[in-house]
């Protein structure tokens, strides 16, 4: 596998743990303890992920993340917790998957994985913010299952063809600047607005 295929399957699931970390570490878990997703030996350091343990608790926790996810508002309150969390995760999935025996790439790594996933994070959590606002409760429901759906489908292209999976990341990342680049235009359209002058 070449330094490219490396660096794109690292940023694109580095950028889809800014979106859905706990899913992201349980379906590729599940994938290799099942075989679907037969890794290369310099990948092999992933099989951590595969441990029934780490499995059971990713699942707890994406199982959660969920039923979270699709509330109003307690979505964004549990985007608020993972502010942290996200970007640490994806920094170590990114770590996880580089080339183990040279230091300075894995630092390199951690530290774009982690800026990757918090990006990411960011461009959810103000996206989410911008549907919690529209009044209706069907929207924020069939967002996130888009994004469960997106993450589940990008994860797995950019394990099984990696050498698309720098693409992928591109992809990603256009999109979550686009979302960014959007919740800020919303909300500074929303502090330019005059308030309503009193009646006499």
Same mark, same amino acid.
């Given at each position: 596998?070449?330094?490219?295929?490396?660096?794109?399957?690292?940023?694109?699931?580095? *950028? @889809? !743990?800014?979106?859905?970390?706990?899913? #992201?570490?349980? $379906? &590729?878990?599940?994938?290799?303890? %099942?075989?679907?997703?037969?890794?290369?030996?310099?990948?092999?350091?992933?099989?951590?992920?595969?441990?029934?343990?780490?499995?059971?608790?990713?699942?707890?926790?994406?199982?959660?993340?969920?039923?979270?996810?699709?509330?109003?508002?307690?979505?964004?309150?549990?985007?608020?917790?993972?502010?942290?969390?996200?970007?640490?995760?994806?920094? *170590? @999935? !990114?770590?996880?998957?580089?080339?183990? #025996?040279?230091? $300075? &790439?894995?630092?390199?790594?951690? %530290?774009?994985?982690?800026?990757?996933?918090?990006?990411?994070?960011?461009?959810?959590?103000?996206?989410?913010?911008?549907?919690?606002?529209?009044?209706?409760?069907?929207?924020?429901?069939?967002?996130?299952?888009?994004?469960?759906?997106?993450?589940?489908?990008?994860?797995?292209?950019?394990?099984?063809?990696?050498?698309?999976?720098?693409?992928?990341? @591109?992809?990603?990342?256009?999109?979550?600047?686009?979302?960014?680049?959007?919740?800020?235009?919303?909300?500074?359209?929303?502090?330019?607005?005059?308030?309503?002058?009193?009646?006499?």
């Amino acid at each position: 596998m070449g330094v490219m295929e490396i660096i794109g399957i690292a940023g694109s699931v580095s *950028l @889809l !743990a800014g979106w859905r970390l706990y899913l #992201s570490i349980f $379906a &590729t878990g599940l994938a290799m303890r %099942l075989g679907a997703l037969p890794l290369p030996e310099h990948l092999q350091s992933l099989d951590a992920l595969a441990n029934p343990w780490v499995m059971g608790v990713a699942a707890i926790a994406a199982l959660a993340e969920f039923f979270a996810d699709k509330v109003m508002w307690l979505d964004s309150a549990w985007d608020a917790i993972h502010t942290f969390v996200r970007p640490l995760g994806g920094a *170590l @999935l !990114a770590l996880a998957i580089v080339d183990p #025996s040279d230091p $300075a &790439t894995q630092v390199v790594a951690f %530290l774009l994985g982690g800026g990757a996933a918090l990006t990411a994070h960011a461009g959810k959590a103000g996206a989410r913010g911008m549907v919690n606002a529209s009044p209706e409760p069907v929207s924020n429901v069939a967002v996130s299952t888009v994004e469960d759906v997106a993450t589940a489908g990008l994860l797995y292209a950019a394990y099984e063809y990696p050498y698309v999976a720098g693409g992928i990341a @591109l992809f990603l990342l256009a999109l979550v600047i686009w979302l960014i680049w959007m919740a800020r235009k919303i909300v500074r359209s929303l502090f330019r607005r005059k308030p309503a002058e009193p009646q006499s």
